[in-house]
């Protein structure tokens, strides 16, 4: 299986500003990356989905990168909000049956 | 609709003993998993079934069963309850094929499970 990392520390942010997540993997390149948010004590929920052939991918406020070169994804979050304050987790394609695996997640902080 | 749905929320076990985590998704979707989610470890894969009938392991079975009877319901059973499986357990499903299998995961809330 992959070795997925996401930055373990939290992500303290000041309203307004970009917040800038990464997803590093190890092995091959998976033919796509999810990333979801997670809120304390409720179950993750799926923002958006890159594919190796795309180079980014856009969606209100949010943008995601692939570089399968890097084996990396980053996460970016404009015009931050307090609303934004949540886990992030990315989760890669592991089988030609689409499971997943899951990267533990960052912490974001949003203060206003 | 509900989505996916899990029971219970909450449980605290003895050692040894034994419980079936409910999950029931009324979207159709052919896809079901079971996560177990240790702060700082991220979801770990337990169990999943491609559809009624069929299921398969994931990263971290030992302990666990499933079945899958039905479309709409996939339950957890542990036989015999430890200490390590003190965790948060995730429901998710998903419509995926071999030609478009890019399904997004709907989870359920989650159960939170203690064992004393």
Known sequence: SQKIEQNSEALNIQEGKTA??????TNYSPAYLQWYRQD?????????????????KRK???????DTTLKQSLFH?????????ATYLCALRTDS???LQFGAGT???VTP | NAGVTQTPKFRILKIGQSMTLQCTQDMNHNYMYWYRQDPGMGLKLIYYSV??????????????????????DFPLRLELAAPSQTSVYFCASSYSD????TGELFFGEGSRLTVL
């Open chain 1, 77 to 85: 979050i404009t015009a931050s909000q307090p609303a934004d304050s």
């Open chain 1, 60 to 66: 209100e406020r949010l943008k995601v990168t692939f």
């Open chain 1, 97 to 99: 049956w689409g499971k």
């Open chain 1, 20 to 25: 800038t997540l990464t997803c590093n993997y």
């Open chain 1, 40 to 56: 304390p004590g409720r179950g993750p929920v799926f923002l958006l989905l890159i594919r190796e052939n795309e180079k980014e």
């Open chain 1, 107 to 109: 912490q974001v902080v």
């Open chain 2, 51 to 72: 559809g009624a009938g069929i299921t398969d392991k994931g990263e971290v079975p030992n302990g666990y069963n499933v079945s899958r009877s039905t479309t709409e």
């Open chain 2, 98 to 101: 071999r030609r478009k299998n």
